[in-house]
């Protein structure tokens, strides 16, 4: 497949055979984000209720077969989002130390996630909401930011609980393989180059995406970085793939500073919360620049809820995310363009 090819829309236009998520799924997904939003809609406390739904959707993992396994899975991954809250807000708005950080803590956490599929995910999901909470600024209490978003995260351990037990798969729990297995595995991986690709990648990307935002003083900077942790991946390194979360990121950015620039009443922000939600299940099986697309405007929207966005806060934030999405393709058009030529 050429460059050419790669960037044609037909390519952004695929429609994945796969099974689509259950109707338990999209209504776990939708329940996971309306509940928060609700609440704080209700209370009048918008940042408090926009905190536990990013507590939500960081946690909010596809049932399990086995109410067992569920549990063991979502809770540690509940545990991993209210640490990325704590630490992401402890160290928000501070400058290079900001920028130290958030590329230190990526760094290590991608070495981690070459454990597994849990830690992969796990991971990825623990360098994503990082980032997302450097955005709040310097924050008087992380402690409480960490708080709501564990509130969150416990929210939707809940509902993969319930969704999990009515699951019709509670017979089909795979068979894993030992933690000593794993461990020899991954020390196999890390004597190779391919094991420290995705790491360094990861981190040289996101260096320069702090670099940039650092020097460039403007609010939505982090937008960068977070652009990077979303398009640069550890099995992502396709170049299609990568267009795919480019295109649908840019995208949302825009329908999600569309949606917040019109200032709808709280019962429609509620409503597009919840339909949002609900479908990023059934999009991510699908087709992955519609999934990008419609995650990137829930972002948007729980970010800026209680505030109204000038325009030019949503040019900056577009801006940040071109930025960020050539940051991140750079490498791998650097390596295709390799391999041809090899």
């Given at each position: 497949m050429t460059v050419a090819q790669t960037f044609a829309p037909r390519g952004l236009l695929r429609w994945s055979q796969e099974a689509p998520a259950g109707v338990s799924q999209l209504i776990t997904a939708a329940l996971a984000l309306a509940a928060p939003v609700t609440y704080g809609v209700i209370s009048g406390h918008l940042v408090h209720g926009s905190f536990a739904a990013l507590g939500a959707m960081a946690t909010?993992?596809?049932?399990?077969?086995?109410v067992r396994a569920a549990a063991l899975r979502s809770a540690g991954v509940a545990l991993v989002v209210t640490a990325a809250g704590y630490l992401g807000s402890a160290a928000g708005g501070r400058g290079w130390t900001t920028a130290a950080v958030v590329v230190g803590l990526a760094a290590v956490a991608a070495v981690l996630g070459g454990?597994?599929?849990?830690?992969?995910?796990?991971?990825?999901?623990?360098?994503?909401?990082?980032?997302?909470?450097?955005?709040?600024?310097?924050?008087?209490?992380?402690?409480?930011?960490?708080?709501w978003f564990a509130l969150g995260a416990a929210w939707a351990v809940v509902l993969t609980l319930i969704a999990s037990a009515l699951s019709r798969d509670q017979n089909s729990v795979a068979a894993r393989p030992s933690y000593r297995s794993l461990w020899r595995r991954w020390r196999r991986i890390l004597r190779t180059?391919?094991?420290?690709?995705?790491?360094?990648q990861l981190t040289v990307c996101l260096a320069t995406a702090e670099v940039i935002g650092a020097l460039w003083h403007q609010s939505k900077a982090y937008w960068i970085a977070l652009t990077v942790v979303i398009v640069v991946r550890r099995s992502g390194g396709s170049l299609p793939r990568a267009v795919e979360r480019c295109a649908g990121t840019c995208a949302g950015v825009l329908i999600g500073g569309t949606l917040i620039l019109w200032v709808p009443p709280s019962w429609a922000i509620v409503a597009v919360v919840t339909?949002?939600?609900?479908?990023?299940?059934?999009?991510?099986?699908?087709?992955?620049?519609?999934?990008?697309?419609?995650?990137?405007?829930?972002?948007?929207?729980?970010l800026d809820l209680g505030r109204?966005?000038?325009?030019?806060?949503?040019?900056?934030?577009?801006?940040d995310t071109v930025v960020g999405c050539l940051i991140a393709l750079l490498p791998i058009l650097v390596r295709k363009k390799a391999v041809n030529v090899g």
């Open positions: 909010l993992v596809s049932p399990a077969p086995g454990f597994n599929r849990w830690m992969a995910d796990a991971t990825t999901r623990f360098s994503c909401f990082t980032v997302i909470a450097t955005g709040f600024g310097r924050v008087d209490d992380p402690v409480e930011v960490a708080q180059i391919d094991g420290w690709r995705y790491p360094l339909v949002l939600g609900g479908v990023r299940p059934l999009l991510k099986a699908r087709n992955y620049a519609a999934y990008a697309t419609v995650m990137t405007p829930l972002l948007v929207m729980l109204t966005p000038s325009l030019s806060t949503v040019g900056y934030r577009l801006l």
